[in-house]
């Protein structure tokens, strides 16, 4: 079974810094799919970030940014320029064909002034 | 506005009672899936449908049930052999096979009377 795990229950960030969040996953697939998930306090999903396992650059998006290490199942969240509004629980997931979204425990950032 | 709809947005349940969360969806995704998250916890699958009248269990099927007798809805029921469903549960829904992202409701929490 694919397991995800992020081995940072809380973080902390000062406005306008860089914080990254780790993840690490186990999988015996070859080709699949990683995320990163916001959770605000409103508790509404919000996908972050998207990379596919067999494009090798990172993904990006504005502020955000992946470091992707496949030999090394790793999948790092890189957030840049840290604003207030980035203060949730973020999840990694995985998933493998079929569509089944599988995800870690989160890490709670807390992004302060 | 396509969507997904969770209803309620609180639901209370009494013992040995039997309580139904509704999901909605007008984006016409193939796929449903039901997730709990229990308080400072990722998300486990408890059941998923990739078809109209046919649905999976996931890792915590126990408890619970669902239908599919509708491409829009996948009715989620806690049943009284569920011994602790205080949580929050959310559904979503994707396209099949293309692994693009899992849209998200905006989930309905769970406490017990």
């Known amino acids: 079974a694919q397991t995800v795990t992020q081995s940072q229950p809380e973080m902390s960030v000062q406005e306008a810094e860089t914080v990254t969040l780790s993840c690490t996953y186990d999988?015996?697939?070859?080709?699949?799919?990683l995320f990163w998930y916001k959770q605000p306090p409103s508790r509404q999903m919000i996908l972050v970030i998207r990379q596919e396992a067999y494009k090798q650059q990172n993904a990006m998006e504005n502020r955000f940014s992946v470091n992707f290490q496949k030999a090394a199942k790793s999948f790092s969240l890189k957030i840049s320029d840290s604003q207030l509004g980035d203060t949730a629980m973020y999840f990694c997931?995985?998933?493998?064909?079929?569509?089944?979204?599988?995800f870690g425990a989160g890490t709670i950032l807390r992004v302060k002034s | 506005d396509g969507g997904i709809t969770q209803s309620p947005k609180y639901l209370f349940r009494k013992e040995g009672q039997n309580v139904t969360l509704s999901c909605e969806q007008n984006?016409?995704?193939?796929?449903m899936y039901w997730y709990r998250q229990d308080p400072g916890q990722g998300l486990r699958l408890i059941y998923y449908?990739?078809?109209?009248?046919?649905?999976q269990k996931g890792d915590i099927a126990e408890g619970y049930s669902v239908s599919r007798e509708k491409k829009e809805s996948f009715p989620l029921t806690v049943t009284s052999a569920q011994k602790n469903p205080t949580a929050f549960y959310l559904c979503?829904?994707?396209?099949?096979?293309?692994?693009?992202?899992?849209?998200f409701g905006s989930g309905t929490q769970l406490s017990v009377l």
């Open positions: 979503a829904s994707s396209i099949v096979g293309t692994n693009e992202k899992l849209f």
């Open positions: 997931a995985f998933m493998e064909y079929g569509n089944k979204l599988v």
């Open positions: 984006l016409n995704h193939d796929a």
């Open positions: 449908s990739q078809i109209v009248n046919d649905f």
């Open positions: 999988t015996s697939e070859n080709n699949y799919y």
